[in-house]
């Protein structure tokens, strides 16, 4: 049986198939894997993940906290510095094993589709339910009916389409004016122009804008309020903006802004019906295009800045996490 009757208003649910669950990654091609590969030409790799320990907020976004390192024990003893000779008598091997407890969201990392849906009408009865892309619903992948919750949107579809393509870099500082942090479509467009960069259907879009550097300066003690008025995002509130992506074809968004997008957090009310969120909603709610956060482009920019460049190679698998609805990662773009 179908999930929905009603799809969203400008959505692709369905077009990729009835059980879709990667939306744009669809796009993902050999062929365009090829023209990813084609766009190496200095054999440069840069790491675009922040330490994972940054921003170094606690609770601030959704009570994501920062990574806590665990040591494990076996017969009373850390296993940190371990004589194995304890398990094994004559060995003189040492042995070092951690764990991790980790909010999977609160560094560099993908939004899965699973992590923003919407109340919307599916089924058609008149009565409006909780559905994710496609018309996935979130209460029906309880693990035994509890926690931990397991969502079969979860970040494991994108782990298996690999993540590997052509990318293009954009540095939204070229086309912002001084009238504040927000990026619409004139300004987007001013910086495309600028770089002469040439974003296709099928390609990963980076967004740089300096939020990156802005954190890493404030060494794990972020001033919010700077980095607001300071982190250059899009805005979602723009609908040419919102219909370039529809039209672009691009399979992945990714910022080294938390948010990709600005968030209006003071104005305390969303109208009815409208999304806290609209590029949210329209990625991974009605298009499937995964989101990537909190990115660091810094390095990337400057290099491709030098040398009058935008396009390159990116490799960037989330963990193999089974339903869990973000993972961090560790991109590496070769140029
Ligand atoms: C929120 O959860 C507010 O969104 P994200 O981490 O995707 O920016």
Redesign the pocket.
């Known amino acids: 049986m179908s999930r929905w009757i009603n799809r969203p208003e400008g959505s692709n649910w369905g077009d990729f198939g009835e059980d879709d669950q990667i939306g744009r990654m669809n796009l993902l091609t050999p062929e365009k894997r090829l023209e990813g590969l084609a766009e190496v030409r200095d054999g440069r790799s840069f790491t675009l993940s922040l330490p994972l320990d940054y921003p170094g907020w606690s609770g601030v ?2 009570g ?1 906290e920062p990574p806590e390192l665990l040591t494990r024990q076996v017969s009373g003893r850390d296993v940190y510095n371990y004589p194995f000779g304890e398990l094994m008598p004559g060995s003189r091997d040492l042995v070092c094993d951690d764990a991790v407890t980790l909010s999977t ?1 609160y560094s560099t ?1 993908w ?1 899965s589709l699973a ?2 849906g919407r109340m919307f009408d599916a089924d058609g009865d008149g009565v409006e339910e909780a559905v994710y892309y496609n018309g996935y619903r979130a209460d029906e992948h309880l693990v035994g009916g509890k926690k931990p919750y397991a969502h079969r949107l979860g970040i494991e579809n994108l782990a298996m389409a690999g993540v590997q393509g052509r990318a293009v870099l954009i540095d939204l500082e070229a086309g912002r004016d001084e009238t504040g942090p927000s990026v619409g479509y004139d300004a987007f467009m001013r910086a495309i122009a600028a770089q002469k960069a040439d974003v296709r259907a099928g390609d990963f879009l980076l967004l740089w804008g300096g939020y990156d550097e802005l954190l890493l300066s404030m060494n794990k003690n972020p001033d919010s309020e700077r980095l607001a008025e300071a982190g250059v995002a899009l805005d979602g509130s723009d609908n040419r903006l919102l219909q370039w992506i529809v039209d672009s074809g691009v399979v992945a968004i990714c910022s080294d802004h ?4 600005q ?1 209006a957090f003071e104005h305390g009310r969303c109208d009815h019906g409208a999304s ?2 609209p590029l ?1 909603e329209l990625c ?1 709610f009605k298009l499937g295009i995964h ?1 990537g ?1 909190m990115w660091y482009l810094a390095e990337l920019a400057r290099y491709m800045r030098a040398a009058g460049r935008s396009a390159f190679l990116l490799t960037a698998p989330p963990l193999r996490l089974p339903g869990s609805v ?1 993972s961090p990662v560790t991109p590496v773009a070769l140029v």
């Open positions: 976004v959704m994501r969201q990392q939004d992590h923003w938390p948010a990709v997008e968030v806290f969120l949210h991974l989101l956060e973000g």
